[in-house]
């Protein structure tokens, strides 16, 4: 009896491991840590913000709508909850990633905007700030592809058969994946006009 029992215990972890079990627990825990380090540095680069607002206000003159924007944005974007079931809702993992773009593009706007102030273009403490916030943005991109590629690892073993009846069973749906904010816009080609300007 307890010989058939072990038999059928050793019949099932081989069955499992066949049916790529062991594989969704590695790859949905290498997906996870690679969110992790998104999170990360996205944390890194809403702490950088309240310096560099903090920085630009020291110029008087600069434009006020631009950095009331920064300051909403980051708002917006810290105030997501971010939780472990975030990866597995498209809808919430859409709305985190708006959030983050928005962010993305106040910041880019008010860096251009500062190369209109020279005072602001010459402070030291701006200059560093500038240099620390282009390495975050770098780290954040890395950080995007090293998830995006292990959640298309774990994606397609989750669709493939057979360890999409393994996905099926243990509930290891596909994960939503980072895309382009504005797919319809960059897939549209610029107009090009080299006519000479009209007098």
Known sequence: MMMKRWLLILVAVVSLSGCGYNQF????????????????????????????????KGEASFEQDTLTKVIEARAKATSIQVTPETLNNPEAFQKFQQAQGELS?????????????????????????RVTLEGTENRITVARNRYIESVQEYNVLARSFPTNITAKIFSYAPKPNFSVQNEAQISTPPTVDFSAPKK
Do not use: G
């Open 105 to 129: 593009s106040a910041l880019s706007r008010l860096m251009a905007v500062s190369e209109r102030y020279p005072d602001l273009k010459a402070n030291q403490a701006f200059r560093d700030l």
């Open 25 to 56: 627990q590695a790859l949905d825990e290498a997906s996870k840590s690679a969110w992790s380090e998104v999170l990360n540095q996205y944390q890194r680069r809403a702490d950088l913000v309240p310096n560099i607002v903090a920085t630009v």
